[in-house]
């Protein structure tokens, strides 16, 4: 079964430094999602992507955040500089083209670590 | 603020019961609903999708959708300890593929 597929699993990085995750959403799906759940709290929205630019984005996603599709199959998440704050786990989400809202399929996540 | 709330737990059901787990939103305007399985370190893994009033079935799992009640459930028949993990409830407040709303979860542990 397709599947979106993330790395790298584990990053730990220094504050300050800028970080970038990856991500290879299901080939035939044109929707795609970032979102981060920081431990013991809940899932939430960063930004989502179709059709080559960002189409929603919630408070989260500031000027330290960028997305991009730099080819046909990764889809990135970078952060600029980063803080204590944006430790958390990273999933990237691919949704399929069809009437009504798609089901989000999930990657199996990146946790960041900052030092 | 599109809300979902869902009682944190946790839930304790013998193996072989019946688990109900109840999930509640605050956007009337709602579209679609998930419910999403996520072990301990792990990432959302979809088990249900619900678009229309009523119940919908998959194996073990049924979905239950009032939106008059703006309420969802999930039921699991003959739970197994591999179904201990926390469930998410996610709701789409709009149309089209928009992002997910999320409740907190509720953390299911089945006994053997």
């Known amino acids: 079964e397709p599947e979106v597929t993330q790395t790298p699993s584990h990053q730990v990085t220094q504050m300050g430094q800028e970080v970038i995750l990856r991500c290879v959403p299901i080939?035939?799906?044109?929707?795609f999602y970032w979102y981060r759940q920081i431990l013991g709290q809940k899932v939430e929205f960063l930004v989502s992507?179709?059709?080559?630019?960002?189409?929603?984005k919630s408070e989260i996603f500031d000027d330290q955040f960028s997305v991009e599709r730099p080819d046909g199959s990764n889809f990135t998440l970078k952060i600029r500089s980063t803080k204590l704050e944006d430790s958390a786990m990273y999933f990237c989400?691919?949704?399929?083209?069809?009437?009504?809202?798609?089901?989000?399929?999930f990657g199996d996540g990146t946790r960041l670590s900052i030092l | 603020q599109k809300e979902v709330e869902q009682n944190s737990g946790p839930l304790s059901v013998p193996e072989g019961a019946i688990a109900s787990l109840n999930c509640t939103y605050s956007?009337?305007?709602?579209?679609?609903f998930f419910w999403y399985r996520q072990y301990s370190g792990k990432s959302p893994e979809l088990i249900m999708s619900?678009?229309?009033?009523g119940d919908k079935e998959d194996g073990r799992f049924t979905a239950q959708l009032n939106k008059a009640s703006q309420y969802v459930s999930l039921l699991i028949r003959d739970s197994q300890p591999s179904d201990s993990a926390t469930y998410l409830c996610?709701?789409?407040?709009?149309?089209?593929?928009?992002?997910?709303?999320f409740g907190k979860g509720t953390r299911l542990s089945v006994i053997a």
């Open positions: 989400a691919s949704g399929g083209l069809g009437a009504g809202n798609q089901p989000q399929h």
């Open positions: 080939s035939n799906h044109l929707y």
């Open positions: 992507f179709y059709n080559n630019e960002i189409s929603e």
């Open positions: 956007d009337r305007g709602s579209q679609s």
């Open positions: 619900i678009y229309s009033n």
């Open positions: 996610a709701v789409n407040p709009d149309a089209g593929n928009t992002p997910l709303v």
